[in-house]
């Protein structure tokens, strides 16, 4: 199947709270097709520039194109690796920006082989990068009852959880899961009801996918890391689809972590009396007229911050 064109997701709103200065250094660390990154060149002068970076092939093969803008370079990494790919590639230059647009792409649902997708047959792989890592399907045909349960409620917050852990259990015993609609068919047929517009399987997919690439153990990494490089004043924006990310992001842009707090009376830490970060504003959700040109944007949350001095 042809892949539909990429459309980015709350472009207008992103730039507008990167602040895109035209002798700014900025990093995209999600590149995908490069919709973002095209909009942040075209902002750019002559002593700007831009870093883009993705750990998938697909998104190395699109910033093709770009190669030959002075202004622009491409790593293959992810973007959790941002710190080392800054230093390595920029030296001790702080940036003035940076983005993340979190999710997959339309070409990465759109492509078959992929297997993100659960409305195409397909193999059952879901790796960002198909060269490294472990498969959905590997996971899900090795993995524990209670494992593939505990991903599939906390990944994708599906209330049938364990329902869907025991008929993959069960289904594995007779063959391998190894096809996308199989897996589809699979969960459509444990699910005894669905929310109205949803596709049954549409949660347990996102959970796997969130998985296999350890999405929020990478969203983590560079939450607690990317302050380090951000020059006072910078900012930084994060476009995300599901409410975990968004709330890794929104505590993390407020100051806050993961971490626990000592108790009432006992003096905070000096990294919490002065968080690295501030928020900016509110969180940017899309209009009506942009959820209807692209229904995948729907769930899309943009959150902003500035480096403290």
């Known amino acids: 199947m042809e892949s539909s064109p990429h459309v980015p997701v709350l472009l ?10 035209a002798d700014g250094w900025y990093v995209d660390g999600t590149f995908g097709r490069g919709g973002h990154a095209r909009a942040i060149l075209a902002r750019l002068g002559e002593s700007g520039r831009l870093l883009a970076m993705d750990r ?6 699109a910033a093709a194109g770009l190669s030959s803008d002075p202004r622009f370079t491409f790593r293959s990494a992810r973007f959790a690796q941002m710190n080392d ?4 590639h920029w030296g001790g230059r702080l940036i003035d920006g940076g983005l993340l647009d979190l999710g997959v792409s339309s070409p990465q649902l759109d492509q ?11 193999p059952l792989d879901m790796r960002m990068d ?3 890592g472990f498969s959905a399907s590997e996971w899900l045909n090795e993995a524990d009852e209670q494992d593939i349960a505990h991903v599939i409620y906390v990944c994708g917050e599906e209330r049938f959880s364990r329902r869907i852990a025991r008929a993959v259990v069960e289904a594995r015993r007779s063959a391998p899961i190894t096809r996308t609609l199989q ?3 699979l969960v459509r047929r444990a699910v005894p009801r669905s929310e109205p517009g949803r596709h049954p399987a549409t949660r347990t997919f996102q959970a796997l996918r969130i998985h296999v690439n350890d999405e929020l153990g990478e969203l983590r990494n560079w939450l607690q890391t990317i302050p380090e490089i951000v020059a006072p004043g910078g900012r930084l924006a994060v476009i995300s689809f599901h409410s975990l990310e968004d709330r890794l992001v929104k505590r993390a842009f407020q100051g806050r972590s993961d971490k626990p707090r000592p108790p009432r009376g006992l003096p905070l830490p000096p990294a919490v009396e002065h968080p690295p970060l501030r928020l900016l504003g509110k969180p940017v959700r899309p209009g009506d007229a942009e959820c209807r040109a692209n229904p995948r944007a729907r769930s899309a949350v943009l959150r902003v911050a500035e480096r403290n001095p």
Request: hydrophobic share 45%; net charge negative; aromatic share 6%.
């Open 130 to 132: 198909p060269q490294s």
């Open 183 to 185: 897996l589809a068919e």
């Open 56 to 61: 998938d092939p697909a998104a190395r093969e």
């Open 85 to 88: 790919v800054v230093r390595e």
């Open 112 to 122: 078959a082989e992929r297997g993100f997708s659960f409305r195409q047959d397909g």
């Open 12 to 21: 207008d709103a992103a730039l507008q709270a990167l602040a895109i200065r």
